[in-house]
């Protein structure tokens, strides 16, 4: 089956953190699949805001033309809308009593939006939130609030990882329902191994209802084991990692 577009969202496993522009799995399948490529992945990015900004995104695209992509992320990431555009907080944002977040406008790879779609835009954003200082006060205040009340989860909610799931995959099983429903050709590829049958995955989430109803003939398992990722100081895929996650997601095609 042929293509016209690759559509592809996830977060920093799937936007390519630590390697060279073309170096990407997103940009190695693109030239793989002979497509042409729409990349959403964020750093950071919640499965809240990839449901979000997939959704608002691919109503542009045609079904029959476009196979979609999405690389799963963390559970543990909450989505923050603010102006035009959604930011994330994570776990690497409590504890510290942070009061600043310029690392979340640093670059178009931090932030999503739904109305704006190209990289120039996305840069936009970030410039006038952070160079008005009132503005950029009142984006920290937000995300702070944020932060405060994560960090009250934490402390307060003893049933958190539960709670933070069932949010995961209903994300992810809605827009897995969004995409039958338009009849897109689709794959989620599972960094987190939470579809793994082992004790950190598949037995551990079959609590969660939708999780049991989401087809597992669309996940796209990743064993990073396999990969030089396990190696190396980032934990993200290498470029040579993603030549061969391009070419595992092709072999499924």
Same mark, same amino acid.
């Given at each position: 089956?042929?293509?016209?577009?690759?559509?592809?969202?996830?977060?920093?496993?799937?936007?390519?953190?630590?390697?060279?522009?073309?170096?990407?799995?997103?940009?190695?399948?693109?030239?793989?699949?002979?497509?042409?490529?729409?990349?959403?992945? /964020?750093?950071?990015?919640?499965?809240?805001?990839? #449901?979000?900004?997939?959704?608002?995104?691919?109503?542009?695209?045609?079904?029959?033309?476009?196979?979609?992509?999405?690389?799963?992320?963390?559970?543990? /990431?909450?989505?923050?809308?603010?102006?035009?555009?959604?930011?994330?907080?994570?776990?690497?944002?409590?504890?510290?009593?942070?009061?600043? #977040?310029?690392?979340?406008?640093?670059?178009?790879?931090?932030?999503?939006?739904?109305?704006?779609?190209?990289?120039?835009?996305? =840069?936009?954003?970030? *410039? $006038?939130?952070?160079?008005?200082? $009132?503005?950029?006060?009142?984006?920290?205040?937000?995300?702070?609030?944020?932060?405060?009340?994560?960090? $009250?989860?934490?402390?307060?909610?003893?049933?958190?990882?539960?709670?933070?799931?069932?949010?995961?995959?209903?994300?992810?099983? =809605?827009?897995?329902?969004?995409?039958?429903?338009?009849?897109?050709?689709?794959? #989620?590829?599972?960094?987190?191994?939470?579809? *793994?049958?082992?004790?950190?995955?598949?037995?551990?989430?079959?609590?969660?209802?939708? #999780?049991? *109803?989401?087809?597992?003939?669309?996940?796209?398992?990743?064993?990073?084991?396999?990969?030089?990722?396990?190696?190396?100081?980032? =934990?993200?895929?290498?470029?040579?990692?993603?030549?061969?996650?391009?070419?595992?997601?092709?072999?499924?095609?």
């Amino acid at each position: 089956m042929s293509f016209k577009n690759l559509y592809v969202n996830g977060c920093s496993f799937t936007a390519g953190d630590n390697v060279e522009e073309g170096e990407t799995w997103p940009e190695n399948l693109a030239k793989l699949t002979n497509t042409v490529l729409h990349q959403d992945a /964020r750093n950071g990015n919640s499965m809240e805001t990839i #449901f979000h900004v997939t959704l608002n995104n691919l109503i542009n695209f045609s079904p029959e033309d476009t196979l979609v992509i999405i690389g799963q992320t963390w559970k543990e /990431r909450y989505s923050v809308p603010y102006k035009e555009c959604l930011v994330n907080i994570t776990p690497a944002d409590v504890g510290h009593n942070k009061q600043t #977040f310029q690392e979340k406008l640093s670059t178009f790879r931090r932030i999503s939006s739904t109305i704006h779609k190209d990289k120039y835009s996305l =840069s936009e954003i970030s *410039k $006038s939130i952070f160079n008005q200082k $009132s503005e950029y006060s009142n984006f920290n205040r937000v995300l702070k609030s944020y932060v405060d009340y994560y960090e $009250s989860l934490i402390e307060y909610d003893t049933n958190l990882e539960y709670n933070q799931a069932l949010f995961h995959f209903n994300y992810l099983y =809605s827009l897995e329902n969004f995409l039958i429903l338009n009849k897109y050709n689709y794959y #989620f590829i599972d960094f987190q191994e939470y579809f *793994k049958d082992a004790p950190g995955g598949i037995g551990k989430y079959r609590k969660v209802e939708v #999780f049991n *109803k989401i087809d597992k003939s669309r996940i796209i398992p990743m064993q990073w084991e396999d990969f030089k990722t396990a190696k190396n100081s980032t =934990s993200h895929p290498t470029a040579e990692d993603c030549i061969e996650i391009a070419n595992i997601i092709k072999q499924r095609l």
